[in-house]
């Protein structure tokens, strides 16, 4: 035998419904079985409704009726063959026709009693099963139909129906050993009592009608379907990631339930753990996916940590004072607490045994207050201990698996998760069952604090990592070409996947949450939002992805004035902007200890080389226990390639304007120029060598007088090609002597200085290029210097270091 049952979502429409005719014909072929069902979804809300509304003396109830009958009729309509139809109607009519007389009664009267509100209620199952059964009955499926009032008992217990697992397990024998069927169907949810009048069984009660059935005709499983593939690592509507846990323990499985998983309820799947029925959690929509197996003992997996979950709408009351050392105290309040009907749902005590904290639904704090206050008012008024304190607008996470107590860490990764992303957590408390460690945390974070603690545990596969990009000039757009084009084997070398989720430039921006279109953007960013103050930012912020980096390829120091507040919001940043990592000593140091503290990253390999590894190489050597005295470099691609592409022939503004055609300079060439560019990345290197340099701190030679950078870079450009003899003369200066002109800046005994010089043909600067760069490095280890070059400029160069930071994080 075995038992499947089907809830409301399954058999919401025509088309659930003949989803569920397909598994249930599929599942007879194995073995004899037993379905429930749920009724259709809405349908009790609906049903309560009605009942409410009638009692209330207000006729709309009947318009309720004739909307609920509406949609049973187009389900027998779009289900039933016609020779079957008339017979399932005038059933639903029959139903429906009840259901008036009952709720004119009660309309008359005024009156709902909690028996006439069960009674309404059963209406739902009872449509919905008659129903399947028409549509069996239409395709010539054998089977019997039977009203569960039949079968399951109850007994009025504290105003709440107990079933009389007795009685009920004798009835469900009796049922399947006089009956020689193959298939029965019953409604799930209604029973009756000892008087014969209809009751039903409270949250998940279809759930718990499908496991008295499988204990009482001694099932080998029980199958709950429902609309997701078993149970999850996490609510995959706030983990998308979430996986399907295949096997799991009744005891985690039951954890993860009583703390927010919705896919069973723990009172109601009783029966079936104390038999040791296997549970099977399956997906209507996807019967093929293996789902959840719910067993004694399930096989072991790596970790075994099997999920989280997490309840909202929880207030925690606190309780402190010198008086609660004194035995006793702690009774009352959970005595109190319980002959008020409100349940405990976690317990945490401080060490000292001064306070106490109990984690409660939220609905029943106020009542708590009153309740506990007049208990201890004696205290209270003695000073003993304090009012009760009641705090609202809190969830509890539970992170489950078997043996918790032994995980070594799991905990302290638990909390570092959260840590990591900043959320405070208010409580901590381990259940005795050592199946659970929970947390609680405010409400506004829980969603955060489930994805940070998903992520640590359960992200095993690919890595996804979500991009913001801010500057969409020639940079970013050589990124996102990259990106696209080498996204297969980043995928397959790194197994990382880059999401661009957001990209702004100057005047707009635009972000979608599961990655943009990289194919349109000039166009979706015409469109966008618009980029004024620190839109961006906050929505950015207020996303709050996990493993997210911040792209910044701009020359902005409004955008680089961010870096701070996004390290303290958990994000890294990658950049090729260098007024950051050349600003003063002082904001740099806060940079770099901001990084450490929230454990993120700060790349900025490209700020002095594009994708030359001059920081990496730097740092191998320092962390290899070698010393690097002094350096000498050719730091601005743009600048080499001006004076190596300068011979007289073009003017040097025709080939300034080249280089900034190119990408080869800033947005501004004055920057380039000027040597401004030059000084700022000496000022990044010598702050890797250890140096805390400032920009003013440089011997700057610059090679053009102040006048030049007045007015507009329009101006510049007149006033270059005015003194073109100028520079002329500088090229025939060099070449007499058979040197070249390059732009060098150096450190030695951690004196910097820049400036333009005559380099002979011996010296390896002499035959640079282009837009090379070159970097040399004198070392304790090596008697000649590690030399370092490459094209240090160009919007490719640039983006490809800038794609190796980011696969580096």
């Not at 719910?294 to 989280?308: A, F, M």
């Not at 002094?630 to 001006?642: E, K, R, T």
């Not at 053009?704 to 870079?713: A, V």
Request: aromatic share 8%; proline share 2%.
């Amino acid at each position: 035998m075995q038992v499947l049952k089907f809830g409301g979502t399954s058999v919401a429409d025509s088309a659930n419904i003949e989803k569920v005719i397909s598994i249930v014909k599929k599942a007879v072929e194995l073995d004899k079985t037993i379905v429930v069902a749920s009724a259709i979804s809405g349908c009790t809300d609906s049903l309560i409704l009605i009942g409410n509304t009638a009692a209330n003396h207000d006729k709309k109830y009947i318009e309720l009726i004739d909307k609920l009958e509406e949609r049973h009729l187009k389900l027998i309509d779009e289900l039933i063959s016609t020779e079957y139809k008339d017979e399932a109607t005038a059933v639903c009519k029959e139903q429906i026709k009840s259901l008036r007389e009952i709720t004119n009664g009660v309309f008359l009267i005024r009156e709902l009693s909690n028996h006439i509100v069960d009674l309404i209620m059963s209406f739902g199952e009872i449509l919905s099963t008659k129903i399947i059964s028409a549509k069996l009955s239409s395709l010539n499926i054998s089977h019997k139909w039977i009203d569960s009032r039949t079968v399951i008992r109850t007994e009025r217990h504290q105003s709440q129906n107990i079933v009389d697992t007795k009685t009920t397990n004798a009835n469900i024998k009796k049922l399947t050993a006089k009956n020689n069927c193959k298939l029965y169907l019953l409604p799930g949810f209604i029973a009756c009592d000892a008087e014969g009048r209809t009751t039903t069984l409270g949250r998940g009660g279809s759930d718990y009608t499908a496991a008295l059935l499988a204990v009482g005709s001694a099932a080998r499983v029980l199958e709950i379907w429902t609309d997701v593939t078993g149970m999850m690592t996490a609510d995959p509507r706030v983990v998308p990631e979430a996986k399907t846990i295949d096997n799991i323990s009744y005891k985690e499985a039951l954890e993860l339930s009583h703390f927010g998983a919705k896919v069973v309820y723990p009172p109601t799947i009783q029966p079936v753990v104390s038999k040791g029925i296997p549970i099977y959690v399956k997906n209507t929509f996807s019967p093929e996916e293996k789902g959840t197996l719910i067993e004694c003992n399930p096989p072991e997996t790596h970790g075994t940590i099997r999920g989280l979950s997490s309840s909202n709408r929880i207030a925690l009351l606190s309780m402190e004072g010198n008086g609660m050392v004194a035995p006793g105290y702690t009774s009352r309040l959970f005595g109190t607490l319980s002959n008020n009907e409100i349940n405990i749902i976690l317990i945490t005590q401080a060490s000292s045994v001064h306070t106490m904290c109990v984690a409660i639904d939220e609905s029943a704090a106020d009542k708590a207050k009153i309740a506990v206050d007049e208990t201890f008012a004696y205290e209270i008024s003695l000073g003993k201990v304090e009012p009760l304190k009641v705090e609202k607008g809190f969830s509890i996470i539970s992170l489950v698996g078997n043996d918790m107590k032994n995980q070594s860490g799991a905990s302290g990764r638990m909390f570092d998760a959260l840590g990591r992303r900043g959320i405070n957590i208010r409580a901590i408390a381990q259940g005795s069952s050592e199946k659970n460690v929970s947390t609680v945390v405010s409400t506004a974070d829980v969603n955060d604090a489930i994805r940070a603690i998903h992520y640590e545990f359960f992200d095993e596969s690919k890595k996804t990592i979500n991009i913001f990009l801010a500057g969409y000039g020639v940079v970013g757009k050589a990124l996102i070409e990259i990106i696209k084009q080498r996204k297969h084997y980043i995928e397959q070398r790194w197994s990382k996947e880059i999401v661009v989720v957001g990209l702004s430039n100057s005047k707009k921006y635009i972000i979608a949450k599961n990655g943009i279109n990289l194919e349109n953007i000039s166009e979706q960013l015409q469109s966008g939002n618009d980029n004024a103050g620190d839109d961006y930012f906050d929505k950015i912020y207020s996303l709050s992805l996990h493993n997210t980096i911040f792209v910044d390829c701009t020359a902005n120091k409004y955008i680089s004035a961010k870096y701070n507040d996004l390290f303290l919001n958990g994000i890294s940043v990658v950049t090729c902007n260098k007024i950051a990592g050349s600003s003063s000593f002082s904001n740099y140091k806060t940079l770099i200890e901001s990084t450490k503290k929230e454990k993120v990253s700060f790349k900025y390999e490209t700020t002095v080389g594009a994708a030359l590894p001059v920081i990496s190489t730097i740092n191998q050597i320092i962390n290899s226990g070698d010393k690097i005295h002094a350096c000498d470099a050719v730091l601005s691609g743009s600048l080499n390639f001006l004076f190596s592409s300068y011979d007289g022939k073009k003017t040097f503004a025709q080939i300034i304007r080249e280089a900034q055609n190119a990408g080869y300079t800033e947005p501004d060439p004055r920057l380039d120029i000027s040597g401004t560019d030059v000084l700022r990345k000496i000022t990044i290197i010598a702050r890797e060598l250890g140096i805390n340099s400032e920009q003013n701190d440089i011997e700057h030679k610059a090679f053009l007088e102040e006048e030049y950078f007045n007015g507009t870079i329009d101006d510049f450009y007149a006033m270059i090609e005015k003194n073109e003899a100028c520079f002329q003369k500088l090229y025939n200066d060099a070449a007499r002597e058979n040197k070249k002109l390059r732009f060098v800046a150096s450190i030695k005994n951690k004196k910097i200085k820049t400036g333009l010089e005559k380099i002979d043909e011996q010296h390896p600067f002499y035959n640079l290029n282009g837009t090379d760069n070159a970097v040399l490095l004198y070392t304790d280890f090596y008697t000649s210097p590690i030399i370092i070059q490459g094209a240090g400029a160009g919007a490719k160069q640039t983006a490809s270091g800038i794609l190796n930071d980011i696969l580096l994080m």
